[in-house]
T-cell receptor, first 115, second 109 residues
Framework: DTGVSQNPRHKITKRGQNVTFRCDPI?????LYWYRQTLGQGPEFLTY????????KSRLLSDRFSAERPKGSFSTLEIQRTEQGDSAMYLC?????????????FGPGTRLTVL | GQQVMQIPQYQHVQEGEDFTTYCNSS?????IQWYKQRPGGHPVFLIQ?????EVKKQKRLTFQFGEAKKNSSLHITATQTTDVGTYFC?????????FGTGTRLKVLA
């Protein structure tokens, strides 16, 4: 296994369009996190899954943002009716609940540009 | 809501000098993690602290968790050019990790 992968790596879209990103975690990891990061800032928590259950989510995910992890493996993050303020790097991370530490392994991210 | 502040925002040091970044949470944390992010890269896990007053060392890096579990620090002894990057702390009480704003370290050779 080569780590957490994310697709696409870059996405350019027009305002008002919907976009969907995919995250494939490390195969034995049951925990999955989505974050958003803008230039000069730390990652901003969006949501957390343990297996297929979404156990924690930011207020951002109550409106245009939605995330799924249907079989407890890969996850998707959808943004509806994109706005220019959604332009950011979207990071996915995974970890294992059986580990001594909750080490989060981050993927390379999907950079979203909304025109 | 929970906030995590980090200072300083930037630090430029001469190679060989020491460096410290501080992290303060508005609420008591169950654990705190530290990450390093190189320019153009993604965050890479460094360490997790769980116990009050805990101190951990990784070669030239020393991590501390405050007695009240609301603050933490990362100290690098004798910085090297490979230490360049942004250092983030991330605190949590559940599974919602709140990242600090980061300290960008520049090491001048």
């Amino acid at each position: 296994d080569t780590g957490v992968s994310q697709n696409p790596r870059h996405k350019i879209t027009k305002r008002g369009q919907n976009v969907t990103f995919r995250c494939d975690p490390i195969s034995e990891h049951n925990r999955l996190y989505w974050y958003r990061q803008t230039l000069g800032q730390g990652p901003e928590f969006l949501t957390y899954f343990q297996n297929e259950a979404q156990l924690e989510k930011s207020r951002l995910l109550s409106d245009r943002f939605s995330a799924e992890r249907p079989k407890g493996s890969f996850s998707t993050l959808e943004i509806q009716r994109t706005e220019q303020g959604d332009s950011a790097m979207y990071l996915c991370a995974s970890s294992s609940s059986t580990g001594r530490e909750d080490t989060q392994y981050f993927g390379p991210g999907t950079r979203l540009t909304v025109l | 809501g929970q906030q995590v502040m980090q200072i300083p925002q930037y630090q430029h040091v001469q190679e060989g000098e020491d460096f410290t970044t501080y992290c303060n949470s508005s609420t008591t944390l169950s654990n705190i993690q530290w990450y390093k992010q190189r320019p153009g890269g993604h965050p890479v896990f460094l360490i997790q602290l769980v116990k009050s007053g805990e101190v951990k060392k990784q070669k030239r890096l020393t991590f501390q968790f405050g007695e009240a579990k609301k603050n933490s620090s990362l100290h690098i002894t004798a910085t090297q050019t490979t230490d360049v990057g942004t250092y983030f702390c991330a605190g949590t009480r559940t599974y919602k990790y709140i990242f600090g704003t980061g300290t960008r370290l520049k090491v001048l050779a």
